[in-house]
């Protein structure tokens, strides 16, 4: 083939694969190799059968930087089959980059099919959100995590903070909770709240919001966390108690917003602040935007 | 009291033989004493004679190579540090026992405030009252001398000597047994020594507390200890009651080292 046979070969390839002619041949189903999987599925059993536990894996390199969600996408692509729905959303949305570029990965390597509907995936990938419509049993709820280690900024030493979870001395993760209120006056922690999972081991929620908290606590689905830099996994089993540290006199308390959701007028979700031109105007909106369209349908 | 006398009957903390080398030269050498309830025992001896190790080993943080260490826990049994589990070591070192650094750096965290510092161990036996934990905290540091109101600063804006009380406060608040101290007034100018000395002196006489004080200033150890070991190159080379030795040394080198005390 001549170099510009070549370059006119690869459009066709391209539109063939965007015409849904099933997943591309040139990569494994899922993009991982077999063996890869075995392994990260090896250390998602270890994770569930401790709760809370990070168990370290060996993160293979991925077609994306890291931030991006790595570690959730190795989880994903480990247990992904091809009658899996899948939905992906990035802070609530299924429509922002991170979003859109994940679902395009899998349906790239996979061709499984898609969704934003919340109750119609069977696999949900999240960066930071948990949806607002409550999961059921038949549903995996997936984590991108950037730093699985909740002691991480009180304790530098991996080695003192693995101590420190074995024997469960914990007393520190109240030191910060202290710092908090002794500075803002009340739990200023509104991301990355930390909560004790089935009693023992103290666990970092990914960024989500503390909003998103109590739907941890006996959630029907399978919670899994794949943090790919820090290479670590874990995961909360399906009706696992998790309680969200906080002082007999400051207790846990979640986010509450004066106003209802300007689009669909919804007052128990979790709101964003939307700049919307440079004098100072903003609005508030669903951080789910399946959520936010539906109510609006309904509504209509 | 008929159980302070049952206690008084055993020793807090007994050493028998402890030795430890480093590689081939060794640090400690048989070092054997008894520390008694409410009892504060001075070390002394220049650089290098073996107090920082000795002092390491018996709170645990430095395996030994030979020898045995045993406390008398709450339950009035005494037993080997070293055969505890890690669990109960780490236990020990968080409620019953204290440990002042030299460096005050070394005792706090100093990216907390000062009352996160003092409620640290409050916290860590499981005391989950905010209000309550600020209070004893505000308390501890009015106990040492500090400005209750400064308890929501950082240790990095106290001075030295601030710094190691807040360090003191922050040992005592679970009122352990026994304190460790490794140099407390190292590092400190003498007027500040002095004040702290004197906190010192009697926090341990209202709280009743034993310690093992490493020193190399001798009137650090008149003031505070009863008793005083004194070591060269790793052995104890004389041990008796703290006036009775500083006054009148029988070995030729603590007769050295007393005479080598700067008159002012």
């Known amino acids: ?300 | 009291m008929s159980s302070t006398e049952e206690i008084l009957d055993q020793p807090l903390l007994r050493v028998t033989n402890l030795t430890k080398s480093y590689g081939g030269n060794a640090a400690c050498r048989d070092v054997s004493f008894d520390l008694w309830p409410g009892e504060i025992l001075a070390v002394v001896g220049e650089s290098g004679s073996g107090k920082t190790t000795l002092l390491k080993c018996i709170s645990a943080q430095l395996a030994c190579d030979d020898g045995r260490i045993e406390y008398l826990m709450r339950d009035g049994i005494l037993r080997d540090i070293h055969g505890l589990s890690e669990a109960e070591r780490r236990f020990l070192m968080r409620t019953d026992w204290g440990f002042v650094h030299q460096n005050p750096r070394d005792g706090l965290r100093m990216r907390v405030s000062a009352g996160a510092n003092i409620a640290e161990r409050m916290i860590a036996v499981g005391g989950r009252n905010y209000g309550k934990i600020r209070g004893t905290a505000e308390d501890w540091m009015d106990q040492v001398e500090l400005d209750p109101g400064r308890v929501d600063h950082q240790p990095g804006t106290f001075s030295g000597g601030m710094q190691q009380r807040l360090q003191i406060a922050r040992n005592l608040v679970t009122h352990p047994r026994l304190v460790f101290m490794d140099e407390p007034t190292g590092g400190l100018d003498v007027s500040v020594q002095a004040r702290l000395l004197d906190l010192l002196r009697s926090l341990v006489n209202k709280m009743q507390l034993s310690a093992v004080l490493v020193t190399h200033d001798l009137a650090v150890a008149r003031l505070l200890s009863h008793r005083i070991m004194v070591m060269q190159g790793g052995e104890v080379i004389e041990t008796g009651l703290t006036d009775q030795v500083l006054d009148d040394p029988q070995h030729p080198y603590s007769q050295m080292l007393v005479s080598s005390i700067l008159p002012v």
């Open chain 1, 1 to 300: 083939m001549t170099q510009a046979a070549q370059q006119a070969a690869i459009p066709d390839e391209q539109a063939e694969i965007d015409a849904g002619a099933g997943p591309d041949p040139n990569y494994n189903f899922a993009y991982l190799d077999e063996q890869t999987k075995r392994m990260i599925r090896r250390a998602m059993l270890k994770a569930v059968a401790i709760p809370g536990y990070q168990v370290p894996f060996a993160s293979r390199e991925m077609p994306m930087p890291y931030g991006w969600g790595t570690g959730g996408v190795q989880v994903t692509a480990s247990i992904i089959g091809p009658d899996d729905v899948l939905k992906v959303i990035d802070q609530g949305a299924d429509d922002t980059t991170n979003a859109v570029s994940i679902r395009q990965f899998f349906e790239r390597t996979t061709d499984v099919e898609t969704t934003t509907r919340t109750e119609d995936a069977s696999i949900i990938q999240t960066r930071h959100r948990i949806p607002e419509k409550a999961l059921s049993e038949d549903q995996i709820l997936v984590y991108q995590v950037p730093i699985p280690e909740p002691l991480r900024f009180l304790e530098p030493r991996e080695s003192e903070t693995r101590k420190m979870h074995a024997l469960g001395e914990y007393g520190l993760m109240h030191v910060k909770l202290y710092e908090d209120i002794a500075t803002h006056g009340h739990i200023a922690t509104t991301y990355a709240y930390p909560v004790k999972v089935n009693g023992h081991y103290i666990m970092d929620p990914s960024p989500t919001p503390k909003f998103d908290n109590p739907k941890m606590h006996r959630m029907p689905a399978l919670q899994l966390f794949g943090a790919g830099r820090e290479k670590r996994i874990y995961a909360i089993p399906p009706h696992t108690a998790v309680y969200s540290l906080d002082f007999e006199d400051h207790p846990f308390d979640v986010q509450q917003w004066e106003q209802p959701c300007e689009i669909c007028g919804a007052t128990d979700t979790f709101l964003d602040e939307v700049v919307t031109d440079d004098r100072g105007g903003r609005m508030f909106v669903c951080s789910d935007t399946d959520h936010c369209t539906r109510d609006q349908e309904a509504a209509e």
